[in-house]
C-alpha cells in the first residue's frame, strides 16, 4: 500500500501570501488530521476530516482552514501568511472509523512552509 | 488546557548505555501511543498501549503504562546509532471542540558510537 503523500515537500512564500497544500491518505483510510510542527511548540493539532466533515479543531486562527474531498484526499489553506507560520506541516491518516485519537496515525513526509 | 509532558528534552548516550523517557498526562488517558522521528523524517508509530500496567516489548524497547495510566515511559536497552531520533508519546484529549491526539514535546535522543 502506498504511504501518506503530500505535496508539496517544500515551499517559500513571503508575509501576506497564501498557500495550499495538498495531502493524498493511505487507500482506505477516511480520517486525515493535520498537523505544525515547529521547534519551539512542537507538535500542534490543526484540524481532523472524516467523510469530508471537519470532524475537530485545535486552537490555531480563522487564517487557517481545510477541507476533504469525497476520495479522502485533504487541502488546508493558509492566508495571509504571516513569519511565525514557517514549520513543517504534517498530515496523517487514519483507518479509524472513530476518532483517529484512538488509532495509529501514518503520517505523511510534511511540507516545510518557509515564509520569508 | 490538557497537557502531555515528557522528560527530559534531550539526552545524550553513549551506544550500549541504556535510554529511558517519561511521558505524564495532565489527565487519565484512554490509550497512549509512541512514535519516533529520525532527523528530516516524519513521526512514525511504534507501539498503542490501552491497559492500566500494561508492559509491551518491542526487541530491545520496552513500553510501559502507569497502573493510573496518566503516565507512561519508552526504555531502550543497549542504544544503537539507529535509535538516534526524537521519540514522542500521544494522548487523546479534549480541547472543548472534540477530542485529538495530543503530543508531547518529545525527547530527542543522540547516540555517540
Known amino acids: 500500500k502506498a504511504g501518506v503523500t503530500q505535496t508539496p515537500r517544500y515551499l517559500i512564500k513571503t508575509r501576506g501570501q497564501q498557500v495550499t497544500l495538498s495531502c493524498s491518505p493511505i487507500?482506505?483510510?477516511?480520517?486525515v488530521s493535520w498537523y505544525q510542527q515547529t521547534p519551539g511548540q512542537g507538535l500542534q493539532f490543526l484540524f481532523e476530516?472524516?467523510?469530508?466533515?471537519?470532524?475537530n479543531k485545535g486552537n490555531f486562527p480563522g487564517r487557517f482552514s481545510g477541507r476533504q474531498f469525497s476520495n479522502s484526499r485533504s487541502e488546508m489553506n493558509v492566508s495571509t501568511l504571516e513569519l511565525g507560520d514557517s514549520a513543517l506541516y504534517l498530515c496523517a491518516s487514519s483507518g479509524a472509523k472513530g476518532g483517529s485519537y484512538n488509532s495509529p496515525l501514518h503520517f505523511g513526509n510534511g511540507t516545510r512552509l518557509t515564509v520569508t | 488546557g490538557q497537557q502531555v509532558m515528557q522528560i527530559p528534552q534531550y539526552q545524550h548516550v553513549q551506544e550500549g548505555e541504556d535510554f529511558t523517557t517519561y511521558c505524564n498526562s495532565s489527565?487519565?488517558?484512554?490509550?497512549i501511543q509512541w512514535y519516533k522521528q529520525r532527523p528530516g523524517g516524519h513521526p512514525v508509530f511504534l507501539i498503542q498501549l490501552v491497559k492500566s500496567g500494561e508492559v509491551k516489548k518491542q526487541k530491545r524497547l520496552t513500553f510501559q503504562f502507569g497502573e493510573a495510566k496518566k503516565n507512561s515511559s519508552l526504555h531502550i536497552t543497549a542504544t544503537q546509532t539507529t535509535d538516534v531520533g526524537t521519540y514522542f508519546c500521544?494522548?487523546?484529549?479534549?480541547?472543548?471542540?472534540?477530542?485529538?491526539?495530543?503530543f508531547g514535546g518529545g525527547t530527542r535522543l543522540m547516540v555517540k558510537p
Open positions: 500521544a494522548g487523546p484529549m479534549n480541547n472543548n471542540a472534540g477530542n485529538m491526539l495530543t
Open positions: 487507500s482506505g483510510h477516511r480520517s
Open positions: 476530516y472524516f467523510s469530508e466533515t471537519q470532524r
Open positions: 489527565t487519565t488517558l484512554s490509550n
